[in-house]
T-cell receptor, first 113, second 114 residues
Framework: GENVEQHPSTLSVQEGDSAVIKCTYS??????FPWYKQELGKGPQLIID?????GEKKDQRIAVTLNKTAKHFSLHITETQPEDSAVYFC????????????FGKGTKLSVKP | DTGVSQDPRHKITKRGQNVTFRCDPI?????LYWYRQTLGQGPEFLTY????????KSRLLSDRFSAERPKGSFSTLEIQRTEQGDSAMYLC????????????FGDGTRLSIL
């Protein structure tokens, strides 16, 4: 079946450092890739997304890159802050669907002050 | 924009009982999605609606599960004859109509089966 793999599963950085989370997907027809941040007891919050016709997108300290040939995409967070600590999920829209997001298993990011 | 609202936030029930959850989407969103999330995993797609029409269902949505959106506004997800394996967080999301629009999630209903 369609699959999204996410690495690493846990990531610990010092405040001010950068964090990178990587995902690969299997469905070559996928054309939409959102990233979500989930805090304890809350639902996933959309932080950035990218469509397949774009290679990179930035929003302040957050950036996402997409390599369609290699079928992988990455989240980059610069100048990390303690409030960035959360679980981050990547997802890919299943190519045969207009609504089915396939999620990775998540990365628990800890930012140490 | 009040966000996606889900009720109840927590539900504890005995195995074999029926449960129903409600989702109120963002007001102008005509697409509504249901996902299930178990501990340590990402959300898994269950089904989605455009207005009142249920357009897609996952294999995860067994015949014990039924979702409705009768007037194209709020939606309900019912689980009949609950089993231990149904324990999970049930998440609802909504979006505007395609072409591709971001899905915005509520804070979920956590279901615990005793």
């Amino acid at each position: 079946g369609e699959n999204v793999e996410q690495h690493p599963s846990t990531l610990s950085v010092q405040e001010g450092d950068s964090a990178v989370i990587k995902c690969t997907y299997s469905d070559s027809a996928s054309n939409y890739f959102p990233w979500y941040k989930q805090e304890l007891g809350k639902g996933p919050q959309l932080i950035i997304d990218i469509r397949s016709n774009v290679g990179e997108k930035k929003d302040q300290r957050i950036a996402v890159t997409l390599n369609k040939t290699a079928k992988h995409f990455s989240l980059h967070i610069t100048e990390t802050q303690p409030e960035d600590s959360a679980v981050y999920f990547c997802a890919a829209l299943y190519g045969g669907s207009q609504g089915n997001l396939i999620f990775g298993k998540g990365t628990k990011l800890s930012v140490k002050p | 924009d009040t966000g996606v609202s889900q009720d109840p936030r927590h539900k504890i029930t005995k195995r074999g009982q029926n449960v129903t959850f409600r989702c109120d989407p963002i007001s102008e969103h005509n697409r509504l999605y249901w996902y299930r999330q178990t501990l340590g995993q990402g959300p898994e797609f269950l089904t989605y609606f455009q207005n009142e029409a249920q357009l897609e269902k996952s294999r995860l949505l067994s015949d014990r599960f039924s979702a409705e959106r009768p007037k194209g506004s709020f939606s309900t997800l019912e689980i009949q004859r609950t089993e231990q394996g149904d324990s999970a967080m049930y998440l609802c999301a909504s979006s505007l109509e395609p072409p591709i629009q971001p899905q915005h999630f509520g804070d979920g209903t956590r279901l615990s089966i005793l």
